[in-house]
T-cell receptor, first 111, second 116 residues
Framework: DAKTTQPNSMESNEEEPVHLPCNHS???????IHWYRQLPSQGPEYVIH?????VNNRMASLAIAEDRKSSTLILHRATLRDAAVYYC????????????WGAGTKLIIKP | ETGVTQTPRHLVMGMTNKKSLKCEQH?????MYWYKQSAKKPLELMFV???????ENNSVPSRFSPECPNSSHLFLHLHTLQPEDSALYLC???????????????FGPGTRLTVL
């Protein structure tokens, strides 16, 4: 079964880079990895997604390992507003609509 | 404001009640989703309506019944729920291409459901 594994929580200082890891060892060739984040009392918010190569957007970068069994979400300069729970999601396209969310990493930003 | 609204925001119901959750998206998307978020558990995808086709997670009990009358509206009908069904129910929408897969989903704020 598709599955993702993330650390329960991480701490970082404000204005420093943050690297959030995710293991997805059951990934297959056509499966995507998505990242969302959820601020308190809100629904999740899209961050980034990718397949094989590294991806960048205005919010973050996604570094995908060469064997695709792990990935890292990179926030280049964390602010207090980045404090949230970050979810790594395995988009398994072998099965119909398999979208497996991880348990999430609670990111704590220290001023 | 994500363009996805949900009502009600909070709901308390007894196990014998029948209630419905409503979701509306103003983004012109062609797919809508229901998720369940329980405390200390990963989000669970319950139902998907995509390009007028319904797909569901086979582990969702029949006491949850979705309805999608058009591409902008989604309902979740609830009947004879159990206390363990208490959770945050999230609705989302996205634009799905002909090759399938998941594009960026936009979430509503959720309905906090308590079953007594």
């Amino acid at each position: 079964d598709a599955k993702t594994t993330q650390p329960n929580s991480m701490e970082s200082n404000e204005e420093e880079p943050v690297h959030l890891p995710c293991n997805h060892s059951t990934i297959s060739g056509t499966d995507y990895i998505h990242w969302y984040r959820q601020l308190p009392s809100q629904g999740p918010e899209y961050v980034i997604h990718g397949l094989t190569s590294n991806v960048n957007n205005r919010m973050a970068s996604l570094a995908i390992a060469e064997d695709r069994k792990s990935s890292t979400l990179i926030l280049h300069r964390a602010t207090l507003r980045d404090a949230a729970v970050y979810y790594c999601i395995h988009d398994s396209r072998d099965s119909n609509y398999q979208l497996i969310w991880g348990a999430g990493t609670k990111l704590i930003i220290k001023p | 404001e994500t363009g996805v609204t949900q009502t009600p925001r909070h709901l308390v119901m007894g196990m014998t009640n029948k209630k419905s959750l409503k979701c509306e998206q103003h983004l012109g998307h062609n797919a809508m989703y229901w998720y369940k978020q329980s405390a200390k558990k990963p989000l669970e995808l319950m139902f998907v309506y995509s390009l007028e086709e319904r797909v569901e997670n086979n582990s969702v009990p029949s006491r949850f019944s979705p309805e999608c009358p058009n591409s902008s509206h989604l309902f979740l009908h609830l009947h004879t729920l159990q206390p363990e069904d208490s959770a945050l129910y999230l609705c989302a929408s996205s634009q799905v291409g002909t090759r399938g897969g998941y594009n960026e989903q936009f979430f509503g704020p959720g309905t906090r459901l308590t079953v007594l």
